[in-house]
């Protein structure tokens, strides 16, 4: 069984930056791709970015590109995501979700486990 908890969230204005994490209670956390999802209210979840066992590749929507940066600690059992230059449109609930297989999808179904989420709010 693995959990996945996410911190990091909260309210800032437009413009501004968070970090959000995820700590992973796994053994061989360095096995599993991970990703994050967001989802705001009204719509459907959607994929935001995603990064490879080791780390070397990473993923982005268009939305994000250029503004998120996702990195990961294997030491830590973490993941990161950078979120600079915030928009309002980013405002919504984050979650970190892990793949047992150590691929990187971009849709919800190809994950096994999923975070609580943390909410992200950007006010303009």
């Known amino acids: 069984q693995v959990q996945l908890v996410e911190s990091g969230g909260g309210l800032v204005q437009a413009g501004d930056s968070l970090r959000l994490s995820c700590a992973a209670s796994a053994r061989a956390f360095s096995r599993y791709s991970l990703a994050w999802f967001r989802q705001a209210p009204g719509k459907e979840r959607e994929f935001v970015s995603a990064i490879s066992r080791i780390g070397g590749s990473t993923y982005y929507a268009d939305s994000v590109k250029d503004r998120f940066t996702m990195s990961r600690d294997n030491a830590r059992n973490t993941v990161y995501l950078q979120m600079n230059t915030l928009k309002p449109e980013d405002t919504a609930v984050y979650y970190c979700?892990?793949?047992?297989?150590?691929?990187?999808?971009?849709?919800?179904?190809?994950?096994?486990?999923w975070g609580q989420g943390t909410q992200v709010t950007v006010s303009s």
């Open positions: 979700a892990l793949n047992l297989y150590g691929n990187t999808y971009t849709t919800d179904r190809d994950y096994d486990y």
